[in-house]
């Protein structure tokens, strides 16, 4: 291997994206080598320059914080060596790559699951008839277990780094009056609206729509039979 | 994000008894932490303190480090919980931050400057640093310049870069070592003969 | 002290503002920036395909449902399904959105005159949206276990709301969002319990597998918008931050209505004037429906007022007092005098 291989490795080490194994070797020869580690020390440089972060330049006989957190570590124990640790998750199961055509995509990563619910929803059935047999549809993951809708709210697991109060779910307090047929300009006026509604999920009026609180049968007419055949 | 691995490799160095290992990581994010704790000090000086700080309880809570999140992630909860505690003892003054994220980018531009000014001689060390290093991004072709600040001011991994550019993700690893040898080359000028201060780690 | 521009950060400005949409992120000088995770999350809203399972909580109701989602040579199309048992779905493509309510037998037809999909993104890092909220640091938080960042919207008086979204560090996906009163109590939440980001998706997947024979199809008549023809309106006074935005559009419908559109820089307010002539609905058996004074439909307030005539209805999702008082303000403009936006009341 040669020079430039062995380097353009440590600036994929520096960035993560360098695997396991090459990563381990790479390391050893990092903490053993003075000019790699110096290295990796501009490369952190070259960041904080672009990021305009402080440079923390020592001068003036002033270590530098590296240096100071150094220093005061001589004074630490060294950390005692547990038992190794989990296997940490595998970053980027695989990559996938705009070019990919066909089966090649559809294998590679036609569908990245990204999040599994680990409580019980309180639904009747999550409908996956649609689910394609072919393998260029969607390998959806919805892992839910069915189960008799039991008016219990969920507690979405979500942690947050320092106010995890705020950030739970409280039940709020009620939203919409109920029984009251709203006017059916009103409704007009929602369903107008919800395209320019607040940012996040416009789900007001169909959410509406399925309680009730507005009828979907309101200022419509009866499409011919010319007009629903034309649609098919 | 993907910092994941290298940092995780380093992490299991030091928990299995190499503070080297740990040196490496604190040259890592040292400047992103006294920026992130400039935002709740009033004084430079007192960020880099509390930087240091947080620094040391990081690494005193690291046997606890189970990598259910990145290390950052990690580290920057501790920053911030270390500044806020910081804020609360020093009773001297009360702290007033102005976090007037529109003008962000003035702002910490100014704040970073501000920290680089305790002597003078750091001062003109950190001014010769910034125009070596925007000296050679200017001179960069624009491919490598593209990676790299993808890479560093967007944190997109190499795969999301890889589909930006629309190249494989070896041509990323590549462009990118090859901007940082660029500019490396002038920052080693900087330094009559590079910024190691070769030390000898414990 | 100014910051000295470098040419190569002009030149890549430069190269955003030309319309590199993808370089726009790599403008910000910090991970830590929200607004560059919000122009992120917009990016894979605009541009992703996703399938997942949205918990839909609002007041005490809940709603679970799933939302396919494809983007195709430009084109939107999306499908939801509800997982309550009833059956019903919602088909959205381009310009129209077709819902089925297969417990009543009734497929409803109706124009839309955005092509937007049902998650929407929020306004990107223009300076101005967000000088009425306070926004927060990207926090790094968890979400079932993934790391996501957290972003906090704040409002900065009692004339909006607040919000909060999740979003997911490796696909930029709000997994999650809240939106959030003045006190903190949570007004509504939105979480995805399961989602795939699927490169393909199926058309298969965005029809609806429901047999309709025997259903009745009817097509929505909206009222027809268009500015008043003898009339132009202003408001007296609006609540801080807002301004006038611009007017909304729907076609078909047979009696004229205006649409005026009032925004903070983040959020909408609609309002709509027409004349008071039209009798106000009356309900099944009868009775009028109530037409006047404040409403609420889901996380939207309204309140209706008369003036000279008309009926000024605003609606939003902000506070009740809000609504009131921009349908308060409207007032009638002499057709000389050309409308403007009028400064906020203090």
Redesign the interface.
């Known amino acids: 291997m040669n020079e430039t291989e062995r380097?353009?490795q440590l600036?994929?080490?520096?960035?993560?994206?360098?695997?396991?194994d090459p990563?381990?070797l790479v390391?050893r020869r990092?903490?053993k080598d003075?000019?790699l580690?110096?290295?990796?020390?501009?490369?952190?440089?070259?960041?904080?320059?672009?990021?305009?972060?402080?440079?923390?330049?020592?001068?003036?006989g002033?270590a530098d914080?590296?240096?100071?957190?150094?220093q005061?570590?001589?004074a630490?124990p060294?950390?005692?060596?547990?038992a190794?640790?989990?296997v940490?998750?595998q970053?980027?199961a695989g990559?996938?790559?705009?070019?990919l055509t066909g089966a090649a995509?559809?294998a590679s990563?036609?569908?990245?699951?990204?999040?599994?619910?680990?409580w019980q929803?309180?639904?009747?059935?999550?409908?996956l008839?649609?689910?394609?047999s072919?393998p260029?549809?969607?390998?959806?993951?919805?892992?839910?277990a069915p189960q008799a809708a039991s008016g219990v709210?969920?507690e979405?697991?979500?942690?947050?780094?320092?106010e995890d109060v705020?950030?739970s779910?409280?039940?709020?307090?009620?939203?919409?009056?109920s029984g009251?047929?709203?006017?059916?300009?009103?409704v007009?006026?929602?369903?107008?609206?919800s395209?320019?509604?607040?940012?996040?999920?416009?789900?007001?009026?169909?959410?509406?729509?399925?309680?009730g609180?507005?009828d979907?049968?309101e200022?419509?007419?009866?499409?011919t039979k010319d007009?629903?055949g034309a649609?098919r | 994000m993907s910092d994941d691995v290298s940092d995780l490799v380093l992490v299991q160095r030091v928990q299995a008894g190499e503070k080297a290992a740990f040196d490496l990581l604190v040259r890592k994010y040292q400047h992103r932490v006294v920026k992130l704790v400039m935002r709740y000090m009033r004084q430079p000086a007192d960020a880099e303190d509390v930087a240091q700080e947080a620094f040391i309880k990081a690494y005193r809570a690291l046997p606890q480090f189970r990598g259910e999140s990145a290390f950052y992630t990690w580290l920057y909860r501790i920053a911030i919980n270390t500044a806020k505690n910081a804020i609360v003892s020093r009773a001297r003054s009360p702290v007033e931050y102005d976090l007037d994220l529109q003008n962000t980018e003035e702002s910490y531009d100014l704040q970073s400057r501000l920290a680089d000014h305790d002597t003078p001689e750091a001062l003109v060390l950190a001014e010769e640093i910034r125009t070596v290093v925007n000296q050679a991004m200017d001179a960069l072709p624009e491919d490598l310049r593209t990676a790299i600040v993808l890479r560093e001011l967007d944190g997109q991994s190499y795969e999301a870069i890889a589909a930006t550019m629309d190249c494989p993700v070896g041509t990323v690893r590549s462009r990118i070592f090859r901007a940082r040898e660029a500019i490396d080359r002038r920052l080693l000028q900087v330094f009559d003969g590079g910024l190691g201060r070769v030390e000898e780690l414990a | 002290m100014h910051a000295v521009k470098h040419p190569w950060t002009r030149s890549l400005r430069a190269a955003c503002w030309a319309g590199g949409a993808v370089l726009w992120a790599a403008c910000s000088a910090a991970a830590d920036d929200p607004r560059v995770w919000v122009d992120r999350m917009n990016q894979a809203l605009a541009t992703r395909n996703y399938d997942g399972v949205l918990v839909h909580q609002l007041g005490d109701r809940q709603d679970t449902l799933r939302i396919i989602h494809r983007i195709q040579d430009g084109h939107l199309t999306e499908r939801l399904l509800s997982a309550d048992g009833s059956g019903r779905e919602f088909v959205r493509s381009d310009n129209e959105l077709v819902s089925y309510f297969p417990d009543r037998r009734i497929v409803v037809v109706e124009r839309r005159s955005r092509s937007l999909g049902f998650i929407g993104g929020l306004p990107g890092v223009d300076a101005n949206s967000y000088s009425q909220y306070d926004l927060g640091d990207a926090e790094p938080a968890l979400v079932q276990g993934r790391p996501a960042r957290l972003i906090s919207i704040r409002p900065r008086d009692g004339y909006r709301y607040g919000y909060r979204l999740w979003i997911d560090e490796k696909t930029s996906m709000p997994v999650q969002t809240q939106l959030f009163a003045g006190d903190g109590s949570i007004i509504e939440q939105n979480t995805f319990a399961s989602l795939t980001l699927p490169a393909h998706i199926d058309e298969q997947l965005l029809r609806s597998q429901l047999p309709t024979d025997g259903y009745r199809w009817l097509r929505r008549q909206p009222p027809q918008f268009k500015p008043g023809e003898k009339v132009s309106w202003a408001a007296q006074a609006l609540p801080p931050g807002f301004r006038r935005t611009g007017v909304g559009g729907t076609d078909g419908g047979n009696k004229p209505v205006s649409h005026l559109l009032f925004s903070d820089g983040l959020v909408t307010v609609s309002v709509f004037i027409e004349s008071a002539d039209t009798p106000p609905a009356l309900t099944r058996n009868g009775t009028p429906r109530k037409a006047d004074g404040p409403a609420q439909l889901g996380a939207a307030a309204a309140f209706t007022a008369h003036l000279d005539g008309y009926r000024v209805t605003a609606v939003g999702e902000v506070p009740p007092q809000t609504v009131r008082l921009i349908a308060e303000s409207l007032r009638p403009q002499p057709e000389t005098a050309t409308a403007s936006p009028v400064a906020p009341a203090h």
Do not use: K
Not at chain 1, 78 to 82: C, D, K, Q, T
Not at chain 1, 156 to 162: A, E, L, Q, R
Not at chain 1, 169 to 177: G, K, L
């Open positions: 380097d353009s600036s994929a080490l520096f960035d993560g994206e360098l695997a396991a990563a381990a390391t990092l903490l003075p000019a580690r110096a290295t990796w020390g501009r490369y952190a440089l070259i960041g904080a320059v672009l990021r305009q972060e402080p440079l923390l330049q020592p001068a003036g002033r914080l590296a240096d100071r957190v150094r005061s570590l001589l630490e060294e950390l005692a060596p547990v190794p640790p989990p940490f998750a970053p980027r990559g996938w790559r705009r070019g995509l559809a990563v036609a569908a990245v699951a990204l999040l599994v619910l680990r929803m309180p639904v009747a059935e999550v409908p008839a649609a689910q394609p072919s260029s549809g969607a390998v959806v993951v919805a892992n839910v709210l969920p979405p697991v979500v942690s947050s780094s320092v705020a950030h779910y409280t039940t709020p307090r009620q939203a919409a009056p009251a047929r709203l006017a059916a300009h009103l007009d006026y929602v369903v107008a609206h395209d320019y509604a607040s940012p996040g999920v416009r789900l007001s009026s169909l959410s509406a729509q399925m309680s609180s507005m979907p049968a200022n419509t007419v009866e499409m007009e629903v649609r």
